[in-house]
């Protein structure tokens, strides 16, 4: 993503699909980085390192939110 941040991008794909469900995922330790409290229904965060199965339930979580919604 040349010249773009992952906020960036999901905003510019927002415009085309705005139920687009987003993860964004972070290595960063700073907690200033992103407040999780500012998220959307359609967004969830996952810290780096992180196992597959963790991976696999943060999706199912957010998943299941966008099917809460429909």
């Known amino acids: 993503m040349p010249g773009l ?12 699909r705005p139920d687009l469900p987003v993860l964004y995922m972070s290595g ?8 999780t409290s500012a998220l959307g229904p359609l967004e969830a965060f ?14 199912r979580e957010l998943l299941d939110r966008v099917g809460e919604g429909s």
């Not at 996952?46 to 999706?59: D, E, Q, R």
């Open 46 to 59: 996952i810290s780096k390192p992180f196992t597959p199965s963790l991976l696999g339930a943060k999706l």
């Open 5 to 16: 941040t992952g906020l960036a991008l999901a905003q510019e794909l927002r415009r085309l």
């Open 28 to 35: 960063y330790t700073d907690s200033a980085l992103i407040d």
